[in-house]
């Protein structure tokens, strides 16, 4: 009897398709299943970005300044956790964690040495943070302002998915309804003073990292931004504004052809999706993608094969039409990539970009009887998903009942037995292993950043007017009792040196903090 062979969701692969689906469409037009643009990367590669951030503002702005110097084309800023969670770094709950799997941002003062010799209005940057997003943003205004910069110009993105959080990653503070409420004044306040700015990274990343497969991650993903377009749909915003400046944020993994057929796919749901909640104009019905390649494909055993597998991610990602790609270094199993790591990561995607011809024309997969038969599968397994959620009540509904943080535990599970019992080899751990010594240089923080940081802080509240902090924390706490948008108060405070543990807590103190399921 023939061994069946099946992708990580479980999609049984036929030795040979025989019949090609019709191939109508085009790039560039809708559903957009081969591309939003009509020549992708002919004209222009994809964006390409390393994701970096560690210690304090002013090791970060170094790394920065040493990636820019290699030819990134966009910066994409990781913050420590009490960043992410919304405590200074004096702060009790921020001991032991202060810039070690990111930067440490406390206030405008940080913000500044953090971009010090960057200017804001040539450069897309990129921002992993969610439950404090608003005030991240915030920072970013207020530090543009003081470059001078032109609003209407510049450009980037902030994740400022706080679904996900609940379901996968954990890094929320409020309760779903007011956070929700933070995500809707961030799409209004945008539209109207930074129109460039990519005000929601919805991410399938952290859920995949979370153990679900490509059938999974497609869905929930889409499932969470239906959930977002029908939020901001109910405050009165107009889908064809808001819609247009909504990515995508998803995983690349080493099933190429699955991971392919997962990004057309995506561009074809999601057009569905906006067009059924009323968009017409073209532009917010498409699809726009960042790819990072998968952190939890990565091995600590033989640290050298993950360049191999990071080079198959960043073709799946870039034969699947991406915007924009971070690729990970080989060392990020054993710690934070050393700068050596990283010029591999990024050259690895200078060669697939300038001396693979994979840019020389658009979809090249198109027509192939297994991607075009992949992509029809995955497709339909991940609206079967969208339709139990829909039942549900949507996204926030799925993840109160614990829905989605089951499907994903569950897939998780099944992909850890299949390692352990052989039925999935992973190169180096379960098959092909070696003896092997430490020899891995690994990029550690230091403990005494806090110190430093928490000096910092005590410099900053003894010179500002702390009067007028006192003041603008008040007016955020009356007003967020109201429906009045907090974004104008928000970057007003940080512009007096308000930190981003003060606001943080102000909320807190009107909404509570959320505790999950």
């Known amino acids: 009897m023939e061994k069946k062979i099946r992708t990580d969701s479980g999609i049984e692969i036929q030795p040979l398709y025989a019949t090609p689906l019709p191939m109508n469409e085009m790039p560039g037009e809708f559903p957009f299943t081969r591309g939003i643009h009509a020549s992708m990367y002919r004209d222009k590669l994809w964006t390409m970005r390393q994701y970096a951030g560690f210690s304090t503002a002013e090791a970060s702005n170094k790394r920065y300044h040493y990636l820019l110097s290699q030819g990134v084309s966009g910066l994409s800023v990781a913050f420590d956790l009490p960043t992410q969670i919304g405590y200074d770094s004096d702060h009790a709950m921020a001991e ?34 969610n439950a404090t997003a608003f005030i991240l943003l915030a920072l970013y205004i207020a530090l543009a302002k003081k470059q001078g910069a032109d609003l209407q110009k510049i450009s980037g993105t902030i994740q400022n998915d706080i679904l996900k959080e609940y379901a996968a990653r ?48 497609l869905a929930f993903t889409l499932s969470n931004g239906k959930a977002y377009l029908k939020s901001a749909l109910a405050v009165g915003l107009d889908i064809n504004v808001f819609a247009k400046r909504l990515s995508f944020f998803f995983n690349a993994h080493n099933h190429l052809f699955e991971e392919v057929a997962k990004f057309r796919a995506a561009r074809n749901m999601w057009a569905h999706i906006t067009k059924e909640l009323g968009a017409t104009d073209p532009k917010a019905q498409m699809l726009r993608f960042h790819t990072q390649t998968g952190g939890s494909t990565l091995t600590a055993q033989q640290p050298q ?5 990071v080079a198959v991610q960043t073709l799946a990602a870039t034969l699947g039409g991406t915007q924009s790609l971070h690729t990970n270094g080989f060392d990020e199993a054993i710690s934070l990539p050393t700068e ?11 060669i697939i970009g300038y001396e693979s011809g994979i840019a020389d024309t658009v979809d090249p997969l198109a027509g192939s009887y297994y991607v075009e038969a992949l992509t029809k599968e995955v497709e339909t397994r ?88 006192t003041a603008l924390l008040s007016a955020i706490a009356a007003r967020a009792q109201t429906s009045e948008n907090l974004m104008p108060l928000v970057v007003e405070a940080v512009e007096n040196y308000c930190t981003l543990g003060e606001i943080a807590d102000c909320l807190r103190n009107v909404w509570g903090e959320y505790r999950g399921i």
């Open 170 to 217: 954990g890094t929320f503070i409020y309760p779903p309804q007011p956070s929700m409420r933070l995500i809707t004044d961030i799409f209004d306040y945008c539209s109207r003073e930074v129109p460039k700015w990519n005000t929601i990274s919805i991410s399938g990343y952290h859920i995949r990292e979370a153990g679900a497969n490509a059938v999974q991650e």
């Open 340 to 350: 050596a790591a990283a010029r591999i990561a990024l050259r690895t995607q200078q």
């Open 382 to 469: 991940a609206w079967e998903l969208i339709e139990k959620i829909d039942a549900m009540g949507g996204s926030v509904s799925a993840i109160e009942q614990g829905f989605i943080q089951d499907e994903i535990a569950r897939s998780a599970y099944q992909y850890q037995k299949e390692i352990e019992n052989g039925e999935k080899i992973i190169v180096g751990v379960n098959k092909f292993t070696v003896k092997e010594e430490p020899d891995t240089e690994v990029f550690r923080i230091d403990d005494s950043i806090r110190k430093e940081q928490s000096d910092k802080l005590h410099r900053l509240r003894s010179r500002r007017n702390n009067e007028k902090v």
């Open 305 to 309: 094969n993950n360049i191999v597998r």
């Open 96 to 129: 032991g964690e202060v810039g070690k799997v990111g930067v440490a941002i406390d206030s405008l003062e940080d913000m500044e040495v953090l971009f010090d010799g960057i200017e804001l209005e040539k450069v897309s940057t990129s921002m992993t943070i």
